[in-house]
């Protein structure tokens, strides 16, 4: 090889007019990475820069493929809201199962409480049996004579206030606790009064709950209690509203269905000694008459007592003109406790007693 055919290679080697193409050699050479490949200052700082210039293209391309189109941005959302939607139903489902095992777990409570054996059972029933009779017996109110007149109630009529009356004697405790009164006759004089002072009087129990408590039992019972306004009910517990027919002509006729909670309570002797009844007025004159307002109209002075128990009226109700022209009334509504410090300790009530009280 001539002298010049060397000057031209070595020339060649040396050259730094096309670093890439040496890169590429490099790339493309079957020698390990760390070989030691000849180069000059100025080339290393060339492919630096073309090595910067790559990333800042793929980071940018990195960049906008992350820019999503309207359509994938659709589908993300539907995606994302099917996996919140999917979530929400697995909680509420699981929350389903839970409800479920508690639910099953207060039945078999309630069942063992129901089916405890009872060591002592009056007259031959379970408590929830007496209830029961109670119920039965009282689904129509008692009979009643109109004005004392014994002579007018028919045979069956007696006959059935009879076994009412005998019932009461016979499982309610002499002394037993009805509302802010004692003694059965108290009760009688209720039954008495709700049966005068309504007309189509039912009472329909809904269901019977037992609970054992130490050493007695209690029965709650929850009830409906359907009865027909007519005028004497207006007069004899809701007198304070006679001044407006108007207003009294709306009740007349209208039947209403109260809702009745009653709890009895038994004692060591198998017999009731408490009876607490609620009857839930306000709630079922607002449902009939419609607004809230006549519903307070009819309970503000109404005649009746604590556990919802039925006055008397000691004395006739003023008129309404009075009151408005700024005239100092007594209050118009005075209470009186039947029969409050009667003696139980005497002869029972009898059926003839009870309708002579009409």
Known sequence: MSTNDRRMDIMTLCSTEEPVSLDYHVADSPLPRDASIRRTGSSRKQNLDAVANISTVKFSLQKRSRRLSNSERGKLYRWRRKNYVQTLEEQVEQLKQEVDQLYLSSSSRNQRAVAWSLPRQPMGSSFASVVNEYFSLFRYGVPVAEQNDIKAVPQDQLLLLSRQVGFLNGLMHPDVVFGDSHGVHELLDQWRKYSLYHAGLIYEIKSLQIMATDPNFV????????????????????????????????????????????????????????????????????????????????????????????????????????????????????????????????????????????
């Not at 009844?277 to 449902?287: E, G, I, L, N, Q």
């Open 219 to 358: 029965v709650v019972a929850p009830a409906t209690l359907y009865v027909r306004f007519t005028r004497r009910t207006v007069e004899k517990i809701f007198p304070h509203v006679l001044w407006n027919e108007a207003f009294v002509q709306r009740l007349i006729g209208k039947e209403f269905a109260y809702p009745v909670r009653n709890t009895f309570y038994f004692g060591d002797d198998n017999k009731i000694h408490r009876y607490d009844t609620y009857v839930d007025f306000v709630a079922t004159f607002m449902s009939v008459l419609g607004n809230i307002e006549d519903s307070m109209i009819m309970m503000e002075n109404a005649l009746i007592r604590q556990e919802s128990m039925i006055g008397d009226l000691l004395e006739e109700p003023h008129s309404f003109k009075a009151e408005m022209q700024g005239v100092e009334l007594a209050p118009l509504v005075q209470m009186v406790d039947t029969d409050c410090h009667r003696s139980n300790k005497g002869p029972k009530l009898t059926p003839i007693e009870l309708l002579l009280h009409s």
